[in-house]
């Protein structure tokens, strides 16, 4: 074999030893194991229970279309042997930079769906048919900050996906919750995921199908408590009236936001964005907080894109 399949075969046998030890001592069942640790290898490995999920990112290599499907196999067959699963237990997903409704777009339909454990609840996710899983690992510490602050508060969740910080909120007894995503699969998602953990109860809890910034528009003033707002880098879906840039229009979403907000009440505000920088001069709030750091698990530290704050009106 080798060298260079040795040094992954290595790193990737090193790190997932010490990372579900990690992961045992806090009960949790899906971790980052890997992320592009070696530009040769540009995958990002991430266990899923009794489940692998591969995402290789798509680079330009100079390999010929033989030598590519030659290293891939053999990178494969060592994902398999170091993680000791059968082949069907791995997945794999080509990823490319997505725009606009891509990131909604079914890629297979072979509903390889799997109940995975969190904190005591249970999510659904989907290895096989779309880019992304349904669960996003590193908002694991986060979704528990929600669920500790939502005794008896009234939650709005926006860019939804497929409910998770809803999910997290219902079980920390919220007093009602609002759940807003455009796309009409990932709400279905988000109500079986309720449904899944025996949570739902329609007379406290809302799905709402809407492009969310016109939806906030329409919000009185004064009406929730805790407001996460996760949104995507980008968007120029069909389903929205206009683009959605993070870095450009975060402030007008933030302060809507915060307008939407009772007294005293809490914004969880958190992008992807690699560049981003926060414009706090301009946001009607004095009580912003970087939680970046204090929400990242332990499976993203050195490697986490995303930002993460506590903005209070």
């Not at 030659?70 to 170091?82: A, G, H, R």
């Not at 297979?108 to 999510?123: A, D, M, P, T």
């Amino acid at each position: 074999m080798q060298e260079k399949f040795i040094a992954f075969e290595n790193r990737l046998r090193k790190v997932y030893k010490h990372f579900s030890k990690i992961a045992r001592k806090q009960s949790v069942s899906c971790y980052r194991v890997y992320a592009v640790d070696l530009p040769e290898f540009p995958f990002i490995i991430d266990v899923y229970k009794d489940c692998v999920y591969v995402a290789e990112y798509k680079s330009k290599h100079k390999l010929s279309e033989q030598e590519y499907s030659d290293w891939l196999s053999t990178s494969l067959q060592i994902i398999q042997t170091v993680f000791d699963l059968p082949k069907e237990n791995i997945f794999l997903k080509l990823r490319e930079r997505q725009k606009g409704e891509q990131q909604y777009d079914k890629l297979h339909q072979h509903k390889q769906e799997r109940i995975v454990q969190e904190n005591g609840l249970s999510f659904i996710v989907n290895l096989s048919d779309y880019l992304d899983t349904g669960l996003f690992l590193d908002h694991r510490i986060t979704r528990k900050m929600v669920q500790e602050m939502a005794a008896n508060k009234s939650v709005l969740n926006l860019f939804a996906y497929t409910g998770s910080f809803s999910v997290y909120a219902a079980a920390g007894n919220a007093s009602k919750i609002t759940t807003v995503d455009m796309s009409n699969t990932y709400c279905t998602w988000a109500k079986r995921n309720f449904s899944y953990n025996k949570l739902y109860d329609e007379s406290k809890h809302t799905f709402v199908r809407e492009d969310v910034i016109e939806y906030i528009k329409e919000i009185p003033s004064n009406s929730y408590d805790i407001i996460i707002l996760d949104p995507p880098t980008f968007s120029n879906s069909k389903k929205m009236k206009s683009i959605l840039d993070i870095q450009q229009n975060h402030v007008s979403l933030i302060n809507r936001c915060l307008d939407i907000l009772k007294e005293n009440g809490i914004l969880i505000f958190s992008n992807n964005y690699r560049n981003f920088v926060l414009d706090a001069e301009h946001i009607k709030s004095n009580k912003i907080k970087d939680i970046t750091k204090q929400t990242t698990p332990f499976d993203f530290e050195g490697r986490l894109n995303r930002v993460c704050f506590r903005i209070e009106k």
